[in-house]
Nanobody, 124 residues
Framework: QVHLVESGGGLVQPGESLRLSCVAS????????IGWFRQAPGKEREGVSC????????TYADSVKGRFTISRDKGKNTVYLQMNNLKPEDTAVYYC?????????????????WGQGTQVTVSS
């Protein structure tokens, strides 16, 4: 059975950092893409970043370029999202999703599995 579990969220002040983790079980990162999405209250889920396992290709939303970094540890079957210089507009529930076709799509429907999410709140 496939499970994705996110962790690392919390309450931070503007300018601070967090590192989110997405641990996969029941699947192997070698053969899929992992995308990070976020959903703020009253808004649709939006793509933040993605990493493709076969070649390490990464993508970022314009709003997070230069501040967020996605990485993977295949030995731990884990993908990380390092978030620096956080802003209040980054406040959301962050989800990771797995895509067997490795499209790194911005569309939620193209991901096969999702985690339960982790809350990130940026506030002074």
């Amino acid at each position: 059975q496939v499970h994705l579990v996110e962790s690392g969220g919390g309450l931070v002040q503007p300018g601070e950092s967090l590192r989110l983790s997405c641990v996969a079980s029941g699947i192997v990162l070698d053969s899929l893409a992992i995308g990070w999405f976020r959903q703020a209250p009253g808004k649709e889920r939006e793509g933040v970043s993605c990493i493709r396992s076969r070649d390490g290709h990464t993508t970022y939303a314009d709003s997070v370029k230069g501040r967020f970094t996605i990485s993977r540890d295949k030995g731990k079957n884990t993908v990380y999202l390092q978030m620096n210089n956080l802003k209040p507009e980054d406040t959301a529930v962050y989800y990771c999703g797995a895509d067997y076709v490795e499209r790194c799509s911005e569309y939620v429907s193209e991901y096969d599995y999702w985690g339960q999410g982790t809350q990130v709140t940026v506030s002074s």
